[in-house]
């Protein structure tokens, strides 16, 4: 079984790139909460593919159809599906991908763990289009979670090796929360646009991709949400966060740089900051034994480079059982960090408010 995920809320979703449609369903969300259609449109055009040059021409509105769970422009509390329609498809560009099976994608792991009765085209349920769900299921929870005062904020923090300056950790300013969601490229130094745009097009224009870090942050959370074993703040968003196609890497705080640093220096020492508890530093990402701190929530996710790319490779052909030169056709993001940012945010706001409502 896969697809199904959670305990206090359950998200369940389904589609393939190619066929009818794909779609979320999420259960556990609270009764007679209004939800803003039109900020749930937004999200959705963030992560949309035919926005510009830097992305997939595969036009798509992504305009999610929602079948049940919302009635009077409140939720019923009972199960809420939503839904996108498949419309600008080209199966064609991918009959050669039902034995050729493209490097650092998913068609020969998806072919052996299914029988080979996965549907390949376009990627079919492996593709970066799935993520769509993932983003109508994310914008109904940070409506919720903001009811609660809680924000969600990304950017890009690097793009190959073109790096953004970091959020501060212990104060992410109320002007990024503002602005970032509004960027094209959210970026904290405004200025690395055009460098940024143009590490993308230079890979694009080799027929090549690149991959990138997104860095993000979740703010105004309370102290004590979470748990010490299994269900940590850690594992809850990380198991989220690895469901998302391309990212390879997960890291908190200071992560891996932490063994870098004296326990004198990696320590966050407290203060109340009037009846508030602070930490002058945040090098453990607002978590404490799984548990939040009150500080910000800060982790960062590196998304690999884009695997279909129009440069040829060598492969496997998997019906007549040899090697082969691949030449990909078809239409893909040349990288894929800007249209994860929003995903990012969406796996994130499902995973906290999975924890809230644990509590
Ligand atoms: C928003 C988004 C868009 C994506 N678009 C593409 C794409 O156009 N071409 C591609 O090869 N992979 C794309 N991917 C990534 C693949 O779906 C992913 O690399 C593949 O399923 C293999 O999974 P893995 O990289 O997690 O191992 C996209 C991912 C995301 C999050």
Redesign the pocket.
């Known amino acids: 079984m896969s697809g199904i995920w959670g305990n206090n809320l359950k998200i369940s979703i389904f589609g393939e790139s190619h066929g009818v449609g794909i779609g979320l369903t999420i259960d556990g969300i609270p009764s007679g909460f209004p939800i803003d259609l039109e900020r749930i449109n937004c999200e959705m055009e963030r992560?949309a593919p035919g926005r510009n040059n830097l992305s997939?021409a595969r036009k798509e509105g992504d305009k999610i159809e929602i079948l049940s769970g919302l009635f009077e422009g409140k939720t019923t509390g009972t199960p809420l599906c939503g839904m996108i329609r498949n419309s600008d498809k080209r199966s064609k560009d991918y009959s050669k991908l039902k034995s050729l099976m493209?490097p650092?994608?998913?068609d020969y792991t998806g072919n052996i763990r299914y029988d080979g009765f996965n549907d390949y085209r376009g990627?079919g349920h492996?593709?970066?289009r799935i993520?769509a769900p993932l983003v109508f299921g994310g914008a109904i929870c940070k409506q919720i979670l903001e009811s609660y005062g809680i924000k969600i904020v990304s950017h890009i923090k690097s793009i190959g090796s073109i790096e953004d300056e970091s959020f501060n950790p212990v104060n992410v300013s109320d002007t990024l929360i503002e602005e970032l969601p509004k960027m094209e490229l959210p970026l904290i130094n405004k200025a690395l646009d055009n460098d940024i745009r143009n590490e993308i097009l230079s890979a694009k224009s080799e027929g090549d991709s690149v991959g990138g870090i997104i860095e993000c942050a979740i703010v105004n959370i309370d102290a004590g949400i979470g748990n010490p074993f299994f269900d940590s703040v850690e594992s809850t968003l990380a198991h989220l966060l690895f469901s998302?196609?391309?990212?390879k890497g997960v890291e908190f705080g200071e992560g891996f740089n932490i063994t870098k640093l004296r326990g004198s220096e990696a320590n966050d020492e407290f203060y109340y900051d009037g009846d508030k508890v602070k930490t002058r530093s945040n090098n453990n990402g607002g978590i404490l034994g799984g548990i939040t701190s009150g500080m910000p929530v800060i982790f960062r996710v590196a998304i690999?480079p884009?695997?279909?790319i129009l440069k040829k490779q060598n492969t496997i052909n998997i019906d007549e059982k040899r090697n082969e030169e691949l030449n990909i056709e078809g239409r893909?993001?040349p990288c894929?960090v800007q249209?994860?940012v929003p995903?990012i945010e969406s796996v994130a706001a499902i995973g906290i408010l999975e924890l809230l409502k644990g509590r």
């Open positions: 992560r997939t493209r650092g994608h998913a990627g492996f593709s970066g993520t998302v196609p391309a990212v690999k884009t695997a279909s893909h993001d894929i249209r994860a995903v």
